[in-house]
């Protein structure tokens, strides 16, 4: 699927979620693209802070244009879980993660960063910060027991595209506390070659 697609769905999903005053940040393939090497993506990893009050607005303004499930929203919200959401005219997939209250999450949410993708001044996606993308791909990597080369190329192409840029003394402090310390410090050998 071509990326204008993913976004053009990414930001419909954000902008109801704006509408009802849900803080969210897209994170995964999409926000690696966006902050580093773009690549194609099948499907939008989103972290939304939502509870069972906005489960009907969020319903109701996605419509008979997407699958959804209800009952599946409400109980990934009561266990903290997550759902999916389908575009039915691209089947493109949307998987909401449900915000948690642990300290990471909490840290991820407030360090989420505004960016537009289009030409659109007016049409904005908070996406998680480079920092974080990096160490949620690093720790995906390593989940898989560090088989996924691509989840691997998504960390290095952020850490090339940021560059100084990045607070390294927050990704490695939060390297540390999320158990990815040895693979952060392989990325950055790796990227100094």
Partial sequence: MALSDVLRTTLRVARILDSLGVDYFVGGSLASSLHGIP???QDVYLVAATTQNEV???VEALGSDSYLDEEMIREAIRRGASFN???LETMFKVDVFVAQNDGVSQTEMMRR??????EDPGETLMVASPEDII??????????????????????????????RLD?????KTADLMGVAGLLRRALIEMKR
């Fill in 39 to 41: 690549r194609a993506t």
């Fill in 56 to 58: 009907d607005g969020f």
């Fill in 85 to 87: 959401i389908i575009e």
């Fill in 113 to 118: 960063q505004a960016i537009q993708p289009g």
């Fill in 135 to 164: 160490l949620q791909k690093l720790a995906w990597y390593q989940l898989g027991d560090e088989a996924s080369e691509r989840q691997w190329l998504d960390a290095l192409g952020v850490l090339k595209v940021q560059g100084s």
């Fill in 168 to 172: 390294k003394s927050y990704l490695q």
